[in-house]
């Protein structure tokens, strides 16, 4: 009988797709997913340090695993994986003794040879080695769960250093992925019948090809674009200052590039922003965003804030609220400021905003912005959108869902054999968090 696995994913995209990597390496090394960890033979969690609450789940995860196996009497073998493993390494095991391997992010392709070994070994096993691997994976390897949306990583790691975000520290220097490879990913997705694309980078629009020079993000779009059966392109994240003309030339003239960018600003403050090193102003984003607007009218933007960094005052919190309301960002992803070990915040700069202040300034912000995506859906009351459909409810499956071009989440009734087309929908009840309607006219296979 074949040797069952179980992948938990905390964090963000770039996690879910390492998480379909390592699926795809076990199932060549033998191992069969399940959906519980009754009957694992082995449990993968992934994690993310980005927020200090994704850390805290590991260790209650690693609890519930430990109360299965007193209660069971069998205990799978524990593999922890992702940011934190690469952070702390060692250290996790002296913080929990059911941890048989612990995996940096950059060894993603050991996870088998690993496992075999961990079967005889006498102690625990870490690899968090650096230098960092290339950003390069075997094509046809990785376990896609999506049938509709597929995830290509171009870029690994960053060079940024601001000084709140600790991924310079886990994933390692900016490493970017072929444009030859990347294609041919592209070109296998569409070929297994995805329709959508969503390209992965920690600032995505800094591309620049290694084996073409003369390829920019901008070149590698043109070139996505040019993929027979792709139909929808995504990517995440860009960094503001790297939205240059050309590249808001290129969303312009490509149709497959979806009308949503999630552009993240971090704070309305041009002097917290000056503190995070983030190399743009207020006064930058905000003209970017006329830009943006002016070049492609109905654009959705959506963003990430933090809210009680170090040294921020009520004035420059307002700043954040002011920023919002002149933005009317269509979604927003919104923390409290956590000291991430070894960034430059963390060494250099007090967490002098109390716990209490930080949990007032989130509660109003996310007030501000539920009012203003509730606006927004509202204001498409009656019209008729094009509708991606990527998922089925298991219990109801005449119960879909899907998104518009601008990432905004549309549900409906529909016949589940529409999964992966487009259907045009008319918008008859909104919310703060999604639309509902009716289908207007049949499924196709390309947009409507």
Partial sequence: MARKYLIETYGCQMNVHDSERMAGLLEQAGFEATDTDDDADLVVINTCSVRERAEEKLYTRLGDI????????????????????????????????????????????????????????????????????????????????????????????????????????????????????????????????????????????????????????????????DVPGIERIRFASPHPRHCSDRFIETLQRLPKVCRHLHLPVQSGSSRILKAMRRRHTREDYLALVDKLRAALPGIQLSTDMIVGFPGETVQDFDATLTLTEAVRFHSMFSFKYSPRPNTLAARRLADDVTEEEKTRRIMVLQARQKAIQAELHAAAMGRTVDVLVDTSSRRRPWELAGRTSGNTVVNFPG????????????IERTGAFGVWGQPAGPAQERPC
């Fill in 66 to 225: 430990k109360g299965l196996a007193s209660r069971t009497g069998r205990a799978p073998m524990v593999a922890v994986t992702g940011c934190v493993a690469q952070q702390e390494g060692g250290q996790i095991l002296a913080k929990s003794k059911l941890v048989d391997i612990v995996l940096g992010t950059q060894r993603v392709k050991m996870l088998p040879v690993l496992v075999a070994q961990a079967t005889t070994a006498d102690e625990p096993l870490v690899d968090i080695a650096t230098p960092y691997d290339e950003p390069t994976f075997p094509l046809g390897l990785t376990r896609r769960e999506d049938p509709v949306k597929g995830y290509v990583t171009i870029i690994e790691g960053c060079n940024d250093y601001c000084t709140y975000c600790v991924v310079p520290y886990t994933r390692g220097h900016e490493r970017m992925r072929a444009r030859a490879e990347i294609v041919r990913e592209v070109e296998e997705l569409a070929a297994s019948g995805r329709r959508e694309i969503q390209l992965l980078g920690q600032i995505v629009n800094h591309y620049q090809a290694p084996d073409d020079p003369a390829c920019d993000f901008a070149g590698l779009l043109a070139a996505v674009h």
């Fill in 415 to 426: 016949d589940a054999a529409w999964l992966g087309r487009f259907v045009p929908v008319t």
